[in-house]
């Protein structure tokens, strides 16, 4: 490299500096963890200084958007929501910009286990952006798309992490910003991609290859890991100590990127239009049994959305709640690092993934019940 052009001291990998530098000097390449950072070609790379002016490391991308309104909800039919990690709320918004033939913008589990962002203006694709995926997105080329669609006049919904809503905030003109609108994720730090691989390898040499995988499935309730795996020989885990293995690790803080420890988006100032997470501890707020089997915390955080929740909200069974009710961890406070993350690489690295899943997760026990009555449920279920 000729000069200190990319050293910046945070990198969220959204490759925005690879997009517009104009000597293609620019790409993101995967460190040994398997997070992107950006690498230079030194003979196209002409000091231009065009990547650092449009990176999201060198300064929080300005916004002052604390939420107007704080709302628990969810859709109001139980099989609407079957499908989502709590209460639908990403539909919710994502079926609005559809039905105005708009497109949204979202991540998906691809068949080879990879996270990515996608393009779409269908409800089938719509429907592999729902429930929680512990992965930081490969964005590729999602932000040339969404440019192009709002110069053509399109609406656009772009849902991701905080950092990715930074992002495209910072590529994009101020002029197309009328018919765009975000949502940002309550993020808790993004995990290892190489550890989730390696996971997942695991998994498939003592079971078989995976056919369906789900990060938090709702087949034993909304709280809890409840990691559901269906491999193509027909057998299932679900929420058992292997299958929760990699969340564990995550949860524990073993995996977690370095850019998230001094993340500046882990705020209460939003920069999404919406704000959408888990709402936790909504029991102790609302007594009716509607919220309980899956609630959306949504914060509305500007003038556009508020406009957009009046129209949406009819759809939802809902509370409006104050700030101090609703507070989650990544809306107040930075990430810990795990007293023990040294001794766990060094162990990840000499031993790899079976012997620190087995050190380092602290499996419970309940995990074992659930997987024996899961097991003894389907095995009822094909007898009927």
């Known amino acids: 490299m000729k000069n200190n052009i990319l050293k910046v001291l945070i990198c969220y990998s959204c490759g925005v500096c690879s997009i517009v530098c104009p000597q293609k000097a620019v790409f993101m390449e995967c460190d040994k963890k398997g997070f992107l950072y950006p690498k230079v070609n030194n003979e196209l790379c002409t000091n231009c200084g065009i990547c650092i002016d449009n990176c999201v490391g060198t300064g929080r991308v300005i916004s002052d958007k604390k939420p107007i309104i704080c709302i628990g909800c969810r859709l109001k039919k139980p099989e609407e929501i079957k499908n989502s990690s709590s209460g639908g709320a990403f539909v919710l918004v994502a079926d609005f910009i559809l039905q105005e033939q708009g497109y949204i913008v979202g991540a998906i589990l691809t068949d080879t286990f990879e996270v990515e962002h996608i393009v779409t203006n269908n409800r089938i694709d719509r429907d592999k952006m729902r429930g929680s995926k512990y992965l930081q997105s490969d964005l590729k080329d999602v932000f040339i798309k969404v440019k192009h669609l709002l110069e053509i006049g399109k609406v656009v919904l772009f849902t991701g992490l905080p950092c990715q809503v930074a992002a495209i905030y910072k590529f994009l003109p101020n002029n197309l910003l009328e018919n765009f609108y975000t949502i940002d994720l309550l993020c808790h730090g993004v995990p290892s991609k190489t550890v989730f691989s390696d996971y997942i390898n695991w998994l498939e040499k003592k079971y078989g290859r995976i056919k369906k995988y789900e990060f938090r499935s709702r087949k034993c309730g909304w709280h809890g890991s409840n990691v559901y795996i269906q491999f193509q020989n027909g057998m299932e885990l679900l929420d058992t100590i292997e299958a929760n293995a990699f969340d564990s690790l995550y949860s524990r803080g073993f995996l977690t990127k370095e850019t998230c420890y001094s993340c500046e988006y882990m705020s209460i100032e939003r920069i999404g239009d919406f704000s959408i997470g888990d709402f936790w501890g909504i029991e102790k707020l609302e007594k009716s049994d509607d919220l309980k089997e899956g609630c ?81 449920q389907s095995k009822w279920e094909n007898r009927k």
């Open 296 to 376: 959306s915390l949504v914060l509305v955080n500007t003038q556009k959305a508020l406009k957009l929740w009046n129209i949406i909200k009819d759809k939802t069974i809902n509370v409006e709640v104050s700030l101090e009710d609703c507070l989650q961890p990544s809306l107040y406070r930075k990430l810990n690092r795990n007293s023990n993350i040294n001794r766990f690489n060094f162990d990840y690295s000499c031993h790899g993934f079976s012997y620190v899943a087995k050190r380092y997760a602290h499996f419970k026990a309940l995990s074992k019940l659930y997987s024996m009555f899961f097991k003894l």
